[in-house]
């Protein structure tokens, strides 16, 4: 839902601590009244196996919500520049 809304994109990106939030946001998708995301949280080394899943899924979706922002902002830029080539060759061979 944030990649596909604007604004919640806009508020996410404007957060901080974007891991804690996306962390609270699982927490709240799961909920306490359905099935855990994991039955036995700590794992025999004493490792927090939720807080684990969601870091690497939080990195993951980061990772891809990035490389599109980044993808995008590079066509818009290309996009403008082209624009600006052939205004400038239109008004060069129009004089």
């Not at 993951?60 to 066509?75: D, F, G, I, P, Y």
């Amino acid at each position: 839902m944030i990649k596909s809304s604007a604004t919640l994109t806009s508020q996410f990106l404007s957060a901080t601590e974007h891991r804690s939030l996306f962390s609270g946001i699982v927490d709240r998708a799961v909920g306490r009244d359905q099935t855990p995301l994991v039955e036995e949280n700590y794992c025999f080394n004493g490792h927090d196996i939720k807080t684990m899943i969601v870091k690497r899924l939080f990195n993951c979706l980061a990772k891809n919500l990035v490389r599109e922002l980044s993808n995008s902002a590079t066509q818009q830029s290309e996009q403008t520049s082209r624009k600006r080539k052939i205004a400038k060759l239109s008004s060069a061979s129009a004089q």
